[in-house]
């Protein structure tokens, strides 16, 4: 985190040496980038080994929660290149409705964050914003979008949000795993069929979903609603 902090606080010209443009191929560039509609900074780094260890931790709990066969979702999941560690910096508020990222789901498969003591993260939960304060040593683990389509919404990808601070800069470090563009995502049979269910969304592989959600992030339309979410893959059943 204070390596981090240091590198934002360098000058601009210096950051920009570490830009890698706007290409939203997979895997995605890693380097310096500044947002266009957000104004805040990231920059994008490939994750240490200990990191898919954990998470990898987590995906067994998470397969035997839901009753899959042993380690079905490290089999289906078996290959590391798209992972993703993310620094941001989120800048002071500029007024109150001042979002440093608005509503959103993660397009991956998990994450964690670890994040500073300015404590502006926050879930929705029952049609309320929920905070999630920052608790030391501690790091905020939820779900996202892949997860959610293979159980065919029985674990749902939350959405969330980050609210700027006021007076002080916001440092957060974000890992995600993620699934290789390659591969193919659809409600699993033990979520659909085998319960009697029809799938919520339609096959498509994964690298048109990441891609899509990539280049209106670095792009992002005008409308709201032209955003890509994963309704554009809900099923026509």
């Known amino acids: 985190m204070e390596k981090c902090k240091e590198f934002f606080d360098l000058p601009y010209e210096d950051k920009l040496k570490f830009h890698t443009g706007s290409d939203a191929s997979l895997p995605l560039p890693h380097g310096y980038r500044k947002h266009k509609a957000d104004k805040n900074e990231y920059f994008f780094m490939c994750p240490a080994g200990t990191t898919a260890n954990t998470f990898q931790l987590l995906e067994g709990i998470l397969n035997d929660c839901l009753g899959l066969p042993p380690n079905f979702l490290k089999d289906y999941n078996n290959d590391r290149w798209m992972d993703l560690l993310l620094s941001y910096r989120y800048f002071p508020a500029t007024k109150i409705e001042d979002n440093g990222a608005t509503s959103h789901q993660d397009p991956t498969v998990l994450a964690l964050i670890f994040q500073d003591d300015t404590g502006v993260l926050k879930g929705l939960k029952d049609g309320g914003w929920i905070p999630m304060a920052p608790i030391e040593g501690a790091l905020v683990f939820h779900i996202c979008d892949v997860l959610q389509v293979l159980t065919n919404d029985k674990f749902v990808s939350p959405f969330h949000q980050v609210v700027r601070p006021k007076g002080k800069s916001r440092y957060v470090l974000v890992f995600f795993y993620n699934l290789n ?57």
């Open 181 to 237: 563009g390659e591969k193919w995502v659809e409600p699993l049979p033990q979520f659909t069929k085998e319960l009697g269910e029809l799938p919520k969304y339609r096959r498509f592989q994964y690298k048109d979903y990441f891609g899509m959600r990539v280049k209106k992030k670095l792009n992002p339309p005008a409308k709201h609603e032209d955003k890509t979410t994963l309704i554009t893959f809900a099923s026509a059943t």
